[in-house]
């Protein structure tokens, strides 16, 4: 088998997984809306032609509130086609929203600001270094990453993955300037202390 064969397999794999967690409603990671930390993040933002990527998107929620403050470049991308065909119905009026089914190891582009939420602890923490340099190279010369991580371990094999601010600092301080790395200060309840902020600036 060769290595295109066996990396199409394991992403096969990993849609096939993720389209039977949204089938069967295992999504317990799912707020049900977008999350306060990334909704105050966005009020501060001013432009509102800001090429936005949503990796991971879930149900999106996140593009939900971008689009009804104003933001017009709002990029959704999944490997889920259930999701997405899901989403779809729900954006189909929405000229604000793209979706894309892919990869995101796979995706191609330019985006000034990328939302982190809930994919990072979705993906095997032996491809977080590949994270952060897909990462780099999907933003644009002044891009900045910023989002929500777990900052805590959890007690089943995930997904969700967890992991520490530490740990954090380690892996973005070598392909990023780091803004903020901290303890959110507006988690929702269920998660307070259990998470940290990011804003990660393009070397």
Not at 25 to 41: A, K, L, M, N
């Amino acid at each position: 088998m060769t290595l295109n064969n066996l990396k199409n397999n394991i992403v096969k794999s990993d849609e096939n997984f993720w389209n039977s967690r949204y089938e069967s409603g295992q999504t317990g990671w799912d707020i049900g809306e977008v999350s306060v930390p990334v909704r105050e993040y966005a009020d501060q933002l001013k432009d509102k032609t800001a090429r936005i990527l949503i990796p991971g998107c879930g149900n999106a929620y996140e593009a939900a509130y971008l689009s009804s403050a104003g933001f017009s470049n709002i990029t959704l991308l999944d490997l889920s086609g259930v999701l997405m065909n899901k989403l779809e119905k729900i954006f189909n009026s929405d000229k604000n929203i793209s979706l894309v089914t892919q990869d995101f190891f796979e995706h191609e582009g330019s985006y000034d600001i990328i939302i982190e939420q809930t994919f990072f602890c979705a993906i095997d923490p032996s491809m977080r270094e590949a994270y952060a340099e897909k990462m780099k190279t999907l933003l644009s010369d002044k891009g900045t990453l910023a989002g929500v991580l777990f900052n805590k371990e959890f007690e089943n094999q995930g997904p969700p993955f967890g992991g520490s601010e530490e740990e954090y600092r380690n892996l973005f301080s070598r392909h990023f300037h780091i803004n903020i790395l901290e303890k959110c200060r507006n988690s929702i309840a269920p998660r307070n202390g259990g998470e940290v902020f990011i804003n990660l600036k393009q070397k």
